[in-house]
């Protein structure tokens, strides 16, 4: 990741490296403008880290008649399926359960009928199979871990599914690539303005210290995308804005595969919203919760009613139920809803809005991870007319619906050599596989890696589903400065091991180590912080009340 320094008055300066701030750095500077980015933490350290990890049309919001945003986001799935990230985007099944006799068949049969179909019409391909009705014998052979006792069958259908981390980093990554500049642990903390136009903003290089000095980065247009912190950003400015940004609290549990014996997630409706249980690799993640949320937004608590609500769902279908014990991780994150009425947040829309409050900032809220690039192109679009209006700039149409993201142009040939790739870097074959799911093409970069440092093809200790090379890797290509960075988004040990990756903390500590520089005393501190980040967590998740929650986690603020 490149810094900002020196470079100028920049055309479009991005606030935000969450999953819209990174879709919009890459459309602007794929249209030819100057681009910047700052992000306080480091990417995708937000709400994009903690979805539920689906591209996905929205199957509820169908139900809720707002087939714009369902045909646009399915549209948005086969882009990014069949041409923009194929390499990290995959085909997911789902079960929906059918519980009574007669009506409910046609009608969920209908929707599905017209989800497929809306898939099918556009630019792109649907890339997956079409929906088919199951009887309660074919479901249980598919899940027999499933009570279908209490179902007269099933529909299956396909949505999709990504690791919204790596998807948020790549297309960062893919940004800088064509020449935007991308800075992590910088913080805005003010705008710079020649009467009301805002020309930059007032920034703080976190990794330099709590006494460094402000640097001023300057920018035609600044575009606001920093999610559940809009309405803060909206203060810098005045509280010149007219987007209110209401946080909801969505929390998941990460459980290991061979707990819920089946061959496809499920969706199930709840009294609030719906559940998903959605097959992981070697875990199944489980989840929503829909709660409004005003507490410490940098790091959203789970408590244990939030666990226990889920448990209790997903129990009321599933022949062995689950316990505490089962559960391997659990994530919280924030949806950013735009919200003007006080309505409950499970029922507030999940469309965006982009306004410009004042000359030269434009801001962006609400959306899904799905639509991030329409998001990002409605954004672009608004900093364009501003543009037009002060400078004689030429400015190009979005073409980010055909600019793959990086590892996407080799993947489909590397995938098709695996074998020919296994037998030359002597890792097996379901080792490559899973290099191919997380890197696409640029599988040959961490391959000769492990080329010319042999000990980096060994799986990390305490996490042997990864290799070490990743570790390394994540810090000489993907921006990762700190342990937390590796642990818990460019890898998934931090949900998906027993002991969120405390085991693994050290082996992957002294690798970071030895690429960044640190001493024994730095490589410590980095350790003692992701084992006492774990431990609040653990202790959060034992409260009953999020007021209880956030008091136990905030006790353990960021290292930086």
């Not at 496809?264 to 070697?282: C, H």
């Not at 959203?300 to 991780?329: M, Q, T």
């Not at 967590?537 to 009953?544: D, F, G, I, V």
């Amino acid at each position: 990741m490149s810094g900002l320094g020196g470079q100028g008055e920049l055309d479009v300066l991005v606030v935000g490296g969450g999953i819209v701030g990174v879709g919009t750095a890459l459309d602007a500077v794929t249209r030819g403008l100057s681009t910047g980015l700052l992000e306080q933490r480091d990417i995708a350290s937000g709400t994009s880290s903690r979805s539920s990890k689906l591209i996905h049309g929205g199957l509820r919001y169908l139900e809720m008649l707002d087939f714009g945003l369902v045909r646009e986001a399915l549209q948005e799935r086969g882009l990014l399926l069949t041409r923009l990230a194929p390499h990290l985007v995959r085909p997911v099944p789902f079960l929906y359960p059918l519980t009574h006799r007669g009506w409910e068949r046609p009608y969920v049969g209908a929707g599905l009928a017209l989800y497929d179909g809306m898939a099918m019409i556009g630019k792109s391909e649907m890339g997956v199979p079409r929906h088919r009705h199951l009887f309660r014998r074919q479901v249980a052979r598919i899940a027999p871990d499933f009570k279908t006792e209490t179902i007269t069958g099933a529909i299956k259908y396909y949505d999709c599914q990504v690791d919204d981390a790596r998807l948020a980093l790549t297309i960062a990554r893919t940004a800088a690539a064509h020449g935007a500049h991308v800075a992590t642990r910088v913080q805005v903390v003010g705008f710079l303005r020649e009467g009301e136009r805002v020309v930059g903003v007032r920034a703080r290089d976190l990794e330099a210290g709590p006494d460094s000095p402000e640097i001023e980065i300057r920018a035609r247009v600044v575009v606001n995308a920093a999610g559940v912190w809009t309405d803060e950003i909206q203060e810098m400015v005045g509280g010149r804005g007219s987007l209110h940004v209401q946080a909801s609290k969505g929390i998941h549990l990460v459980v290991p595969r061979d707990r819920i014996r089946s061959e496809a997630g499920f969706i199930v409706r709840t009294e609030k919203s719906v559940l998903f249980v959605i097959p992981w690799g070697r875990h199944w993640i489980i989840g929503t919760t829909d709660t409004p949320w005003s507490l410490d937004k940098a790091h959203p608590a789970a408590s244990k009613a939030d666990i226990d609500y889920i448990l209790e769902h997903v129990n009321a279908i599933l022949r062995e139920p689950l316990d505490h014990e089962d559960v391997e991780g659990v994530y919280a994150g924030l949806r950013p809803l735009l919200s003007g009425e006080s309505e409950p947040t499970s029922r507030i829309s999940r469309e965006h809005t982009v306004v410009t409050p004042v000359p030269g900032l434009v801001m962006i809220a609400g959306g899904k991870l799905t639509t991030y690039r329409v998001m990002g192109r409605d954004a672009v679009d608004a900093a364009a007319h501003s543009l037009k209006t002060t400078v004689n700039l030429t400015i190009r149409d979005s073409i980010t619906d055909r600019v793959p993201l990086l590892g996407a142009a080799d993947w489909e040939t590397r995938a098709n050599q695996r074998v020919l790739l296994a037998r030359r870097s002597g890792l097996h074959v379901a080792r490559i596989d899973h290099l191919l799911g997380r890197y696409g093409g640029l599988v040959d970069d961490l391959l000769t890696l492990v080329e010319s440092r042999r000990t980096l093809g060994v799986p990390l200790e305490g996490a042997e589903d990864y290799l070490a090379a990743e570790v390394v890797y994540a810090v000489t290509h993907e921006g990762a400065r700190h342990l937390d960075d590796v642990l818990t988004r460019r890898t998934r040990i931090s949900i998906e091991t027993f002991d969120r990756g405390v085991s693994a903390a050290p082996a992957a500590a002294r690798l970071m180590a030895a690429e960044l520089g640190w001493d024994a005393a730095r490589t410590d501190e980095e350790i003692d912080h992701y084992l006492r980040r774990v431990e609040a967590e653990r202790q959060s998740q034992l409260k009953l009340t999020d007021q209880e929650a956030d008091e136990a986690r905030v006790k353990v603020p960021d290292i930086v």
